[in-house]
């Protein structure tokens, strides 16, 4: 599996992306800069968006997205999937509001640009080859991490935005999973803010590691606040872990 990493920041600034994570070229899990980090071309490839939850830094592009697709040549249609509360929520103020046109309904409610999909956490949905099953993670909002798996039996799980999730762990705890991308945004000194916001600290981090039955071969970090990044990096690399890494927008995981 080739994952490019369109944007891995859990803040916006000049070089740091919001979370979008590229497989192949067709789906992608999460939308938070699909449209200013992705070609026109690149973007007119995707067809099926995994939202984890309705955090504006992980639906934003979604809106330009339809734009840009409603010019082209071709006739395109764009399936988004999550479970129902995420799904409601994006209906209802992405869409169902004066924010922007409502693209679900746009040229016709049959022939829509945007398709929006429930699904349910732990059952799994089948595309291109791949069996992706969302699982419910820690979050101040309905928020689900995707599990994702190849026809080779590779598996790769994304957490989206968590805090401590030890019922999640429990459920995929005897799945061989060779990657995970898992969120850190804070440094250790903001346990508390963490944990409140539902996110991870490298402290924290290694706490749910540790409640996983089988150690991912690769861990990739995901979500810093730009402006700690430094701190958490350090932070990571004191945990010594050699087979971690901490994200960059445009890098390729290989899994
Ligand atoms: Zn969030
Ligand atoms: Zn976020």
């Known amino acids: 599996m080739k994952i490019r990493v369109i944007g891995c920041s859990g803040g916006e600034l000049p070089g740091h992306n919001a979370p979008g994570f590229l497989l192949d070229d067709e789906i992608i899990f999460d939308a938070g800069s699909i449209t200013s980090a992705l070609s026109l071309k690149a973007q007119l490839r995707i067809k099926h968006i995994f939202i984890t939850h309705a955090h504006l830094d992980h639906i934003r592009s979604i809106p330009f997205l339809a734009d840009n697709i409603v010019f082209g040549k071709k006739e395109r249609k764009i399936k988004i999937y999550s479970i129902s509360p995420v799904v409601t929520a994006i209906r209802k103020h992405l869409f169902k509001s004066s924010l922007w046109p409502d693209f679900t309904l746009i040229p016709g409610p049959d022939d829509a640009i945007l398709n929006l999909i429930k699904i349910r956490a732990g059952e799994p949905v089948m595309i291109n080859g791949y069996t992706i099953i969302p699982y419910r993670v820690s979050h101040p909002v309905p928020a689900v991490g995707y599990l994702v798996e ?16 030890p ?14 991308i898992i969120d850190v945004s804070f440094p250790n000194s903001m346990r508390e803010m963490a ?10 981090l290694k706490e749910e590691l540790s409640k996983m039955r089988h150690l991912p071969e690769r861990i990739c970090i995901t979500h810093p606040k730009p402006q700690f990044f430094k701190t958490i990096k350090s932070e990571l690399a004191r945990l010594r872990m050699k087979n971690m890494q901490v994200l960059k927008d445009g890098d ?3 899994v």
Do not use: M
């Open 195 to 204: 944990v409140n916001t539902g996110h991870l600290t490298p402290e924290l």
């Open 252 to 254: 390729i995981i290989r």
């Open 150 to 165: 190849d026809a080779k039996g590779r598996i790769f799980f994304y957490t989206g935005d968590t805090g401590p999730t």
């Open 167 to 180: 019922s999640t762990w429990k459920k995929i705890g005897n799945r061989n999973v060779q990657c995970i």
